[in-house]
């Protein structure tokens, strides 16, 4: 009977430690420099087993290395979609502010219009009033 094993985002907080690996290769993994900065240290590095005989890296890892490294990516992900997201919401915001200002402007100029409309009502009724005076008079 063969259990897998599955990658949750809670810690792993049982005391029972596996000796299971998983293996991890990429066929993209040829560059002779990224072999050797891998290598560096003769194939190991902490507790990682990196077989170099291949044309390309085979990385074998324990349970536990795995957890780590999918909480890393996790992590790192979640970092970058805020960042992401932070940026989206600031410039949509800065737009928003942007629209506010120009129609608080326009709003401003048609509040002065307004206000010298009403102005030249109020000289027209007094015009008109003087008129009515005057041929009332007559």
């Known amino acids: 009977m063969s259990s897998t094993p599955v990658m949750s985002s809670m810690p792993v907080t049982s005391g029972v430690v596996t000796d299971i690996k998983h293996e991890a290769s990429s066929p993209l993994e040829d560059d002779d420099y990224k072999k050797s900065r891998l290598c560096s240290n003769g194939g190991k590095s902490d507790g990682v087993d990196i077989d170099t005989s291949l044309d390309y890296a085979k990385v074998t890892l ?44 326009d709003n401003a ?30």
Not at 91 to 96: E, H, I, K, S, W
Not at 112 to 137: H, P, R, W
């Open 62 to 105: 324990s349970d536990e290395q795995l957890q780590k490294l999918s909480m890393l990516v996790k992590d790192s992900l979640e970092n970058q979609l805020s960042s992401l997201v932070s940026s989206i919401v600031s410039g949509v915001v800065d737009g928003l502010k942007l629209k506010i200002t120009a129609l608080e402007s």
């Open 109 to 138: 100029g048609l509040k002065s219009s307004i206000t010298g409309l009403e102005s030249k009502v109020v000289d027209l009724e007094k015009k008109l009033s003087e008129i009515e005076d005057k041929n009332n008079a007559y």
